[in-house]
T-cell receptor
Framework: NAGVTQTPKFRVLKTGQSMTLLCAQD?????MYWYRQDPGMGLRLIHY???????AKGEVPDGYNVSRLKKQNFLLGLESAAPSQTSVYFC????????????FGEGSRLTVL | AQSVTQPDIHITVSEGASLELRCNYS??????LFWYVQSPGQGLQLLLK????DTLVQGIKGFEAEFKRSQSSFNLRKPSVHWSDAAEYFC???????????WGAGTKLIIKP
């Protein structure tokens, strides 16, 4: 029962470096999401995808890019990391637009120095 | 502006005591309401949701929540907490679309033995 798997779980970057977070789900879900979680701010949606080959901007998309080349995978990229991107990143998936339940990965903690 | 407020950042409760976590929202349309729980080092898990109908909804792990439209509230309750309930709890509101959720900042529940 893997569900939603995120890699890596921890990463430390220097300002200006690039990296990619990988999210994989084995539930055949159409919808996938990337959130960031910062203390005292709850979750904020970065980007989401409603199906293979599609992506859309969420609330805080600047500085991030995403790709959904395969249905089961959703990649989040940082081209030039900044200290403001230090956060915990969560991937989630859902079976539809209105299923009312998101299934989350365990999170990826990113520190940008 | 649409928002979700969880007034309590931390709550400490003795094991076996009752629990109520507050959630207030400001939302222009008919709200769809959710409570999620995040155990340490884990992703978020859906506890319960309210879409319509009976304003008292039952969830997993013995939790319930009551929707009070007149007070714009959706408070989470449990009659007797267990040490395993120690976690962070998030309230969210939306229009039913999974990518339109607005999240509260979370309430951290601490259980005293």
């Amino acid at each position: 029962n893997a569900g939603v798997t995120q890699t890596p779980k921890f990463r430390v970057l220097k300002t200006g470096q690039s990296m990619t977070l990988l999210c994989a789900q084995d539930m055949n879900h159409e919808y996938m999401y990337w959130y960031r979680q910062d203390p005292g701010m709850g979750l904020r949606l970065i980007h989401y995808s409603v199906g293979e080959g599609t992506t859309a901007k969420g609330e805080v998309p600047d500085g991030y890019n995403v790709s959904r080349l395969k249905k089961q995978n959703f990649l989040l990229g940082l081209e030039s990391a900044a200290p403001s991107q230090t956060s915990v990143y969560f991937c989630a998936s859902s079976g539809g637009r209105r299923t009312g339940e998101l299934f989350f990965g365990e999170g990826s903690r990113l520190t940008v120095l | 502006a649409q928002s979700v407020t969880q007034p309590d950042i931390h709550i400490t409760v003795s094991e076996g005591a009752s629990l109520e976590l507050r959630c207030n929202y400001s939302y222009g349309a008919t709200p769809y309401l959710f409570w999620y729980v995040q155990s340490p080092g884990q992703g978020l898990q859906l506890l319960l949701k309210y879409f319509s109908g009976d304003t008292l909804v039952q969830g997993i792990k013995g939790f319930e929540a009551e929707f009070k439209r007149s007070q714009s509230s959706f408070n989470l309750r449990k009659p007797s907490v267990h040490w395993s309930d120690a976690a962070e709890y998030f309230c969210a509101v939306g229009d039913g679309s999974n990518y339109q959720l607005i999240w509260g900042a979370g309430t951290k529940l601490i259980i005293k033995p």
